[in-house]
Structure formats: C-alpha cells, structure tokens
C-alpha cells in the first residue's frame, strides 16, 4: 500500500472509533467586581479599577484641604492621599474604624486611597444578571450607572475612575 494511502486508512479509521464530540456547554460571561458598603449600602467596584485594598494606614495631616481628605500615606515608598468617600458625597460613615477599609486606585501615574465603611470581598454576576437601575439616593447618580442583581438584592456598581475625575474630586483646597 502506498504511504499516502496508509495515511488516508488511518484516518479514516480514527475518524470511525473517535467517541464523539462533548455536548456543547453554553458560556456564561461574567463581571468580577469588588464588593464594599459605604453609608449603609452596597456596592461593587470593577476589579480594573481597584490596585490594592489595605487596612487604614497611619496617615499625615494635610493642612488647607476639605474635611474629606484625611491625609497622605506612606504604601510601599509612594504618597497617597486618602480620601473619606461617604465625607466627599456628605453622607455619614456607618461603620467603626476597625472595620473600614481603602480601596486604592491607581489613575495614570498617581495612586489615590477611598476609605470605605467594609470591604465584601471579590463578587461575581453573569452578564445576563445586569439589571435596571434600582433607586439610589442622588449622591450615587454620577457614580453608578448600573446594577446587577444576585439572590434578591442589587449590586449597583461604583465606577471608582469617574470619580477621581470629577470635578468635586479634584477640588480639595478650602
């Protein structure tokens, strides 16, 4: 028998013993966030946005700048400012120092710390769980502008890098 037909042969036969195929599983995209309360509520940051999440540092005094920033903190040989999130919207923390965490995220070169009332840990919703936005309290409605929805509650999603963008943020002398 020629080589190349011995091939074909081959072929041929696995083709005929091979079992078939796996049932084809439908794949199920999901969003991975970071879970943390703030004010009372619930919320989820994208994993993107958050570089780090520490206990409260030893911090700095900064002087001349708004309540909400409660100073700079030394992390690994760099300055970050550590900001008070619920004092920047003027809402009142609902949590013991002991249980509040930063979230620190990084924006181009310059790392910033939220204070936050707890972190959750890391969350995770299939896309398709992505659902209208449930009524927020105003301070919100720049920040979130979606939700997922998981066991019976909603997840709104805290978009950390419009933040330290906006305007307000960015205004921290008195």
Known sequence: MHPFAQLLDIAERSRSNASELPQQVELVRYWRGVGFMLAGQQFAADMSEVAEILQPPRLTKVPGVRSWVLGVANVRGRLVPVMDLAGLLGLPSKANWRSRRVLVV??????????????????????????EMPDIAAEFDKFVTRAYERDGRHWPVFQLLDLVQAPEFLQIAV
């Open 106 to 131: 990084e924006h181009g070169d310059h790392m910033i710390g939220l204070l936050v009332d707890a972190v959750l840990g890391m969350q995770q919703f299939a896309d398709d769980r992505q659902v």
